[in-house]
């Protein structure tokens, strides 16, 4: 993870939504959980193109579906 910017970016910014008080439990519950999967994807030793895919696919959507229901 540490070698990794885009990932800390990432999670920097997820940090930054998180820090706003205008979220929904909601919201704010499935930010984290989105922020938790980048974390889990930065400790893969050697992740894999379709690992990395996967992980964007679940994010994106999860985030899709928080801030339509805004």
Not at 5 to 15: E, G, P, S, V
Not at 24 to 33: G, L, S, V
Not at 40 to 68: H, M, Q, W, Y
């Amino acid at each position: 993870m540490k070698k990794n910017r885009a990932l800390r970016a990432c999670i920097t910014q997820f940090d930054a939504v998180l820090s706003r008080n205008d979220l929904e439990p909601e919201q704010r519950r499935d930010i984290e959980a989105c922020r938790k999967r980048v974390r889990e994807l930065g400790r893969i030793k050697d992740p894999t193109n379709a690992d990395v895919f996967r992980c964007i696919r679940e994010i994106s959507e999860k985030l899709v579906n928080t801030l339509r229901r805004k």
